[in-house]
């Protein structure tokens, strides 16, 4: 079965709803919802997690409202209304501000509005809230962040650089999507790292033996397992590749 994004959204923006107040402040009443630990050492990794888990949430509104547009029966003005209140309410991002507009557009009974709603975009389509290990996802991306490091410090070439550092980017933003929309938001992640791998073997082959370039294949393997795709990486991109993975 699917996840529902409009339920994933739901929770998160209930959960927020009843453990802040207005003049909280934006950034730490989004963190305690979205669960980063605050680094003192890291502040500005801790605003890029915050923003790329924010955006996280965006999706699952975009995902809500297309859902809502597919359908006839729940194409109405009322749902219409209660989503963009929901919209509204999270749209304005206010790193440095407080809680104060996500305050004065909800109210009790429009999240309870919107939770009728989600629940009817869930039986209409067949949807359920996304379950996967965020203590798993949490490591991984402490993993890809540590990685990255690496490989920006390393001696590699700088095209290798910027193609494996570029995946990796690209494979953190979706680890952060699929904590709140489920695996399927990994999968294009993997194949968008396959197919660019298989586009850039020729610069990759000479650093193949390279620790690093082991590391980001490890990485792949456990977004993979995440995916429950059930085929190794390597057994995925041996056709392509040859003699590039060791």
């Not at 067949?126 to 490989?151: R, W």
């Not at 610069?203 to 993979?224: A, G």
């Amino acid at each position: 079965m699917l996840s529902n994004p409009a339920l994933n959204l739901y929770h998160l923006v209930e959960k927020t709803y009843r453990q802040s107040y207005p003049n909280n402040s934006y950034k730490t009443s989004w963190s305690i919802t979205f669960e980063l630990t605050e680094d003192l050492n890291s502040p500005a990794n801790n605003k890029i997690a915050l923003i790329e888990s924010i955006n996280s949430m965006l999706k699952l509104y975009v995902d809500t409202k297309k859902l809502i547009e597919q359908n006839s029966r729940l194409n109405t003005e009322r749902n219409k209304k209660y989503l963009n209140i929901i919209g509204d309410a999270i749209s304005k991002i206010d790193i440095d501000g407080d809680m104060s507009h996500f305050f004065d557009t909800l109210n009790e009974e429009r999240l309870e509005a919107f939770s009728f709603l989600a629940e009817s975009i869930g039986y209409h389509y067949e949807l359920n809230e996304a379950t996967i290990n965020s203590e798993e996802v949490d490591k991984l991306i402490a993993e890809v962040d540590d990685l990255i490091t690496a490989i920006d410090e390393s001696n590699l070439p700088d095209d290798a650089k910027f193609i494996l550092v570029q995946n990796l980017h690209n494979i953190r933003e979706s680890l952060f999507i699929c904590k709140y929309s489920g695996v399927d938001a990994l999968k294009p992640a993997l194949e968008q790292s396959l197919g660019s791998l298989y586009l850039n073997h020729q610069q990759l082959e000479p650093i193949s033996n390279e620790e690093n370039f082991s590391r980001f294949f490890q990485v792949l393997e456990r977004v993979n397992t995440l995916c429950s795709v059930g085929i190794a990486v390597k057994e995925l991109a041996l056709p392509f590749f040859g003699n590039l993975i060791k």
